[in-house]
């Protein structure tokens, strides 16, 4: 049996967890030789320092795919499926292509081997379970940034017209903001373009968030495509006034 190896390592996961891309190359290796399958040297294919996120933008991975399917009864060896995608949809495309062309996967981290009907299962069922977890941390994430919003609590960059409070998370009004804030919404509506607005912001000698003299048209539309979004969410607030 021919193993074609595909190993991946972002920049962050090689930090924080010490999987390098020596380490995957090892386990892989050991695997293919108490295995009895050849892996020639040509067969290990290497994105380094590239996201899982897409499996459209990784080239060593299309490189692995087409030399696995070329001959029936080759096997794809990553070290956990982590390695290999990071959605539902690209998993079950990249096993789907595998089963088409009479090839396998194998998952170290989770002992996954689809040349078996129960190793199938077990891959696809653990592929659903990956992405709801990070379904889950994403849902928590949102959140926990809405309770903050509505706490008048930081939630990136202090947007303008706001003030980092001292305990360093509230948030305060900046007055001398908030009535240039006014005045930007106000020349807005009354059909200013952007520039227009940028230029009346600079000729006034107001500065800008970080201190600078000269506004730019997409500083502008940045503040009013917030303000937007946060009357549309809080339709009762004054401009700047409102959850942060």
Same mark, same amino acid.
């Given at each position: 049996?021919?193993?074609?190896?595909?190993?991946?390592?972002?920049?962050?996961?090689?930090?924080?967890?010490? $999987?390098?891309?020596?380490?995957?190359?090892? /386990?892989?290796?050991?695997?293919?030789?108490?295995?009895?399958?050849?892996?020639?040297?040509?067969? @290990?294919? @290497?994105?380094?320092?590239?996201?899982? =996120?897409?499996?459209?933008? /990784?080239?060593?991975?299309?490189?692995?795919?087409?030399? #696995?399917? !070329?001959?029936?009864?080759? #096997?794809? @060896? #990553? %070290?956990?499926?982590?390695?290999?995608?990071?959605?539902?949809?690209?998993?079950?495309?990249?096993?789907?292509?595998?089963?088409?062309?009479?090839?396998? *996967?194998?998952?170290?981290?989770?002992?996954?081997?689809?040349?078996?009907?129960?190793? +199938?299962?077990?891959? /696809?069922? *653990?592929?659903?379970?990956?992405?709801?977890? !990070?379904?889950?941390?994403?849902?928590?994430?949102?959140?926990?940034?809405? %309770? =903050?919003?509505?706490?008048?609590? !930081?939630?990136?960059? $202090?947007? %303008?017209? &706001?003030?980092?409070?001292?305990?360093? &998370?509230?948030?305060?009004?900046?007055?001398?903001? #908030?009535?240039?804030?006014?005045?930007?919404?106000?020349?807005?509506?009354?059909?200013?373009?952007?520039?227009?607005?940028?230029? &009346?912001?600079?000729?006034?000698? @107001?500065?800008? =968030?970080?201190?600078?003299?000269?506004? &730019?048209?997409?500083?502008?539309? +940045?503040?009013?495509?917030?303000?937007?979004? !946060?009357?549309?969410?809080?339709?009762?607030?004054?401009?700047?006034?409102?959850?942060?």
């Amino acid at each position: 049996m021919l193993a074609v190896a595909y190993i991946r390592v972002s920049t962050e996961m090689q930090a924080t967890d010490g $999987v390098s891309l020596e380490a995957q190359q090892s /386990r892989i290796a050991a695997w293919c030789d108490s295995n009895g399958t050849t892996l020639a040297e040509g067969d @290990v294919h @290497v994105d380094a320092g590239l996201s899982g =996120k897409r499996a459209d933008n /990784r080239p060593a991975l299309g490189r692995a795919l087409a030399a #696995v399917c !070329r001959e029936r009864g080759s #096997v794809l @060896v #990553v %070290y956990s499926l982590s390695r290999l995608a990071r959605s539902v949809r690209d998993t079950l495309a990249i096993a789907e292509r595998l089963e088409r062309a009479g090839a396998d *996967l194998v998952s170290l981290s989770e002992r996954i081997d689809t040349t078996s009907a129960s190793g +199938k299962m077990v891959f /696809r069922m *653990l592929a659903v379970l990956a992405e709801f977890e !990070r379904d889950l941390i994403a849902e928590r994430t949102r959140t926990a940034l809405a %309770y =903050k919003r509505a706490r008048g609590e !930081r939630c990136g960059q $202090v947007p %303008y017209g &706001r003030d980092l409070a001292p305990d360093g &998370r509230a948030l305060v009004v900046n007055r001398a903001e #908030v009535d240039a804030l006014a005045d930007i919404l106000r020349w807005r509506a009354a059909g200013c373009t952007l520039r227009q607005i940028a230029d &009346r912001l600079t000729e006034a000698g @107001v500065p800008t =968030k970080n201190g600078s003299a000269r506004w &730019r048209f997409t500083s502008v539309n +940045k503040i009013i495509t917030r303000e937007k979004a !946060r009357a549309k969410d809080h339709p009762s607030d004054r401009p700047g006034l409102g959850a942060a």
